[in-house]
C-alpha cells in the first residue's frame, strides 16, 4: 500500500468577530427580534481577528478578511463583545453566503462544553490561580471550498445586562456583511 505524498493536513483558520455593541445600541436602538430579520449594520461597529491563515492575513481588526488557506481547511467564526460578554455578550448565530464566489461550505453551528474551564478566582486579588467551571463555547464552522473572493453576512444576538446587574437579556439580533478573500497559499 503506497502512502500519499506531500499531503499537507488540515488546518483550521479562526476568526473572531469582537462587536463594540455600545455602538451598536447607540446606532441602531431598535434592533430586529426575529433572527431571521436581523437589523443590517454599517462596519464601524465591528472588528475581526485572524489566526491560523496558511501566509498573510490582510484586513485583520476590519469588519473584511483576506487570508491564505487550502481548499478543505476548516474555518470557524465566533464572536465576544467588546466587553467580553461580562456585560453586553454576543452569540454569533449564522454565517450565510451572499455573493461572488462561494468559498465556504454551508456554515454549522458547533456547541463545545469544556467542564474545566478555568475562570479567574474571585477568592484572589489577583483572579490566579484560576477556578475551573463548565462553560460551553459556541462557533460558526465550515470548511474551504474554492479561493476567491465572497461575500457573507455574519449575524449575531446581543444581550444587555439587566438592571439587576445579573441576567442578560435579549436586545436584538443584528448582521453586517463582509468580504472574505480565501487566497491560494501556494501562489
Not at 9 to 26: E, F
Not at 45 to 70: K, P, V, Y
Not at 135 to 154: C, K, W
Amino acid at each position: 500500500m503506497q502512502q500519499a505524498e506531500n499531503v499537507v493536513p488540515a488546518r483550521a483558520v479562526t476568526i473572531l468577530a469582537v462587536i463594540d455593541t455600545g455602538y451598536v445600541k447607540k446606532t441602531y436602538p431598535q434592533p430586529g427580534q426575529d433572527p431571521e430579520q436581523p437589523t443590517v449594520i454599517d462596519h464601524a461597529s465591528q472588528f475581526m481577528l485572524c489566526s491560523g491563515s496558511r501566509g498573510m492575513i490582510a484586513g485583520q481588526g476590519t469588519a473584511n478578511l483576506e487570508f491564505g488557506a487550502n481548499i478543505g481547511d476548516y474555518v470557524a467564526f465566533s464572536g465576544t463583545s467588546i466587553y467580553d460578554n461580562s456585560d453586553d455578550a454576543v452569540i454569533v448565530y449564522s454565517v450565510d453566503y451572499s455573493r461572488g464566489k462561494k468559498v465556504f461550505n454551508q456554515f454549522s453551528p458547533v456547541l463545545v462544553t469544556r467542564d474545566n474551564a478555568v475562570m479567574p478566582d474571585p477568592d484572589s486579588e489577583t483572579g490566579t490561580p484560576p477556578t475551573s467551571v463548565s462553560a460551553t463555547f459556541s462557533s460558526q464552522e465550515s470548511r474551504v471550498h474554492t479561493h476567491g473572493t465572497g461575500y457573507y453576512n455574519l449575524s449575531f444576538a446581543l444581550y444587555t445586562l439587566a438592571d439587576d446587574g445579573e441576567t442578560q437579556e435579549l436586545f436584538g439580533y443584528y448582521r453586517w456583511a463582509s468580504v472574505i478573500t480565501v487566497l491560494n497559499p501556494h501562489f
